[in-house]
Nanobody
Framework: QVQLVESGGGLVQPGGSLRLSCSTS????????MGWLRRRPGKEPEFVAS????????NYADSVKGRFTISRDYPKNSVYLQMNSLKPDDTAVYYC???????????????????WGQGTQVTVSS
């Protein structure tokens, strides 16, 4: 059974940075497509970023492109989301997610993901 555990959320001022981490257990992470979703208050979960099994393909939501970077560390079975130039609109619960599919073209759809972490709160406020 795949388990995902996020860390790194918190309170940050507008313009600040945070780095979210996701530790994977139960499977080696190179057998999974990985991503980050977020749920803003009162909204459905939305796609933020994804990275393919071998790390060769990344994809970002337009709202975070140029500000967020997804990466993965295979020896550590971990995935990261570096978030820069944060805005109040980025306030949300962020979820690390994993997909059994090898087709990265579907990673932008939240329904693609088979496994979800418990979520970590990110609040951007002055």
């Amino acid at each position: 059974q795949v388990q995902l555990v996020e860390s790194g959320g918190g309170l940050v001022q507008p313009g600040g940075s945070l780095r979210l981490s996701c530790s994977t257990s139960g499977r080696t992470s190179d057998t999974l497509g990985m991503g980050w979703l977020r749920r803003r208050p009162g909204k459905e979960p939305e796609f933020v970023a994804s990275i393919s099994r071998r790390g060769g393909s990344t994809n970002y939501a337009d709202s975070v492109k140029g500000r967020f970077t997804i990466s993965r560390d295979y020896p550590k079975n971990s995935v990261y989301l570096q978030m820069n130039s944060l805005k109040p609109d980025d306030t949300a619960v962020y979820y690390c997610v994993a997909s059994e599919s090898s087709y990265s073209g579907i990673y932008s759809y939240p329904s693609t993901y088979d496994y979800w972490g418990q979520g970590t709160q990110v609040t951007v406020s002055s």
